[in-house]
């Protein structure tokens, strides 16, 4: 009944048998643990390149932390002016970075577009030591309106940063549902299209608490061990934190758990949509779902006790989970189609 968030869910079982298994014996501490690095090997074959992995616990550390290793403190951070780093992380990439800016640039569905990033660049009086230097471009995979960069999207905006020097980040608290989604390999959407950082998301699709900070360019990652442990990052317990995350990448779990979660919001949407009055605000390319209803419909959903977001004027914010039950997506169903009438 609650498709407030993807985040108020529990975790996945696989998961939690993992931190339980990881709680036999003793294991070195801040991260010298076997856990953290087998995960940096199941990682580095995932992404067909040899990695640097980071664990730390929310997803504004992570993003926050990967910005402050791509740009010096009189840096600029060019995002989408919905990205989360912008809007909800409560100028914590400020604080990681030194100060750098944040940059915002428009564009439909949450996307940016390599004809306003490139405008916006070209602007700028490089050199010039009054202004704000471009530092880093900022993505988020899915963007917060749900909708998923396909891999020459990521690369034609990437090609723009690159001629400007910038290097890129990608905010992946939702990358495996745009994986699941695009069907296209990790590597193919990251660094094969010009990703440098990517935040990779788990506790969105099924861990208890654990994102981690992956470099694709090993050379960038040099002092990022400082910043971690700066930002009260370093885990002692780490092998826990790293549990999670190889339990989540083993045997294909994250995209299972995805799958589930984007089939879910597919669901709903084909449901709503046959609705009277009923249109998308942005395409599903993933597991949330921006749907305009009538009010009446809204309202009596409301008082059904389904949870959901209020988004703007007549749209609703719905998002589905890793464990989203589909008993629960038909009864939304049945009880929108009578409160359609
Ligand atoms: C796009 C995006 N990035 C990052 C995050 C990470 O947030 P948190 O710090 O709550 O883990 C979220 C969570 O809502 C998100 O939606």
Known sequence: MNFMSDNVTG??????????????????????????????QRLS?????????????????????ALAALTPPWGSIYCHAEAHIQADECGAPE????????????????????GALSAALGRVHKGFVHVVQPAALSLSQLTECGTAYSPVEVAALTDVARHHGLRVHMDGARFANAVAS?????????????????????????????????????ELSENFGYRRKRAAHLFSKMRFLSAQLEAYVTDGLWLRLA?????????????????????????VDGNELF?????????????????????????VRLVTAWNSDEAAVDALLAAARRLAG
């Open 11 to 40: 975790a996945a079982p696989e998961i939690l048998e993992a931190v339980v298994k990881a709680n036999e014996g003793t294991a070195s501490s801040y991260g010298n643990d076997d856990w953290t690095k087998r995960l940096t």
């Open 45 to 65: 074959d995932l992404f067909d390149r040899d990695v640097a992995v980071f664990p730390v616990a929310t997803g504004t550390a992570a993003n926050a932390l």
């Open 95 to 114: 604080m990681f970075t030194g100060g750098a800016k944040l940059v915002t640039l428009p564009g439909d569905h949450g996307k940016l577009t390599p």
């Open 182 to 218: 695009l069907g296209c390999s990790p590597a193919d959407i990251t660094w094969r299209a010009g990703v440098d950082v990517l935040s990779f998301g788990a506790t969105k699709n099924g861990a208890l608490g654990a994102e981690a900070v992956v470099f694709f360019d090993r």
């Open 259 to 283: 799958g589930h979660a984007n089939r879910m919001a597919m669901r709903l949407a084909d449901g709503l949509l046959a609705l009277p009055g009923a249109h998308l605000a942005h395409p």
């Open 291 to 315: 749907v305009a209803l009538p009010e009446p419909v809204i309202a009596g959903l409301e008082a059904a006790g389904f949870g959901f977001y209020r988004w703007d004027g007549a749209v």
